[in-house]
């Protein structure tokens, strides 16, 4: 199975709001284009906030992950975030997600990344299945959110 990571760039941003309108209709997360977009926008055109890569297999584009960086004492230097990681219904139990693991695990030790973090529902056990296997365990402490409105 040929499965590659490959950055998405500005011309991809149509196809990514299809796969994260998508992966929120999967998921329950509210879908709003219009605040989607100038985010993606900005994350598309500075490296500095993080990266959106397209998800490949066998050429076809299978889905997306986003990563988001942040900067922190307790692990010594830079973190990414996996904002968002969405497999294709159709390309779901090929092991496309676990190959997209290992290419974030790749690429953030090129960057010289010091921790990956990430977000998962509690219903969903499959996801969270694979990333145990991947090294990803339970929090040791509980991540809180304040949502600021515009």
Do not use: W
């Not at 605040?35 to 397209?54: K, N, V, Y």
């Not at 998800?55 to 692990?75: H, K, M, N, P, W």
């Amino acid at each position: 199975m040929d499965v590659t990571c490959v950055p998405a760039t500005t011309d991809d941003a149509d196809i990514l709001v299809e796969m994260i309108r998508q992966y929120y209709e999967f998921d329950g997360i509210p879908f709003n284009e219009k605040t989607l977009r100038p985010a993606l926008d900005r994350l598309l055109h500075d490296d500095s906030l993080g990266r959106a890569c397209l998800i490949r297999q066998e050429g076809e584009v299978a889905g997306y992950f986003i990563l988001t960086f942040d900067y922190s004492l307790e692990f010594a230097g830079r973190e990414v975030f996996i904002d968002e990681l969405f497999v294709k219904q159709m390309h779901r139990g090929r092991g496309v997600g676990a190959r997209a693991l290992e290419c974030i695990e790749k690429e953030c030790r090129a960057m010289g990344i010091r921790a990956i973090h990430l977000g998962v529902e509690v219903e969903n056990v499959k996801a969270q299945s694979v990333y145990r296997k991947f090294g990803f365990g339970p929090p040791e402490r509980y991540l809180l959110t304040k949502v600021l409105a515009p």
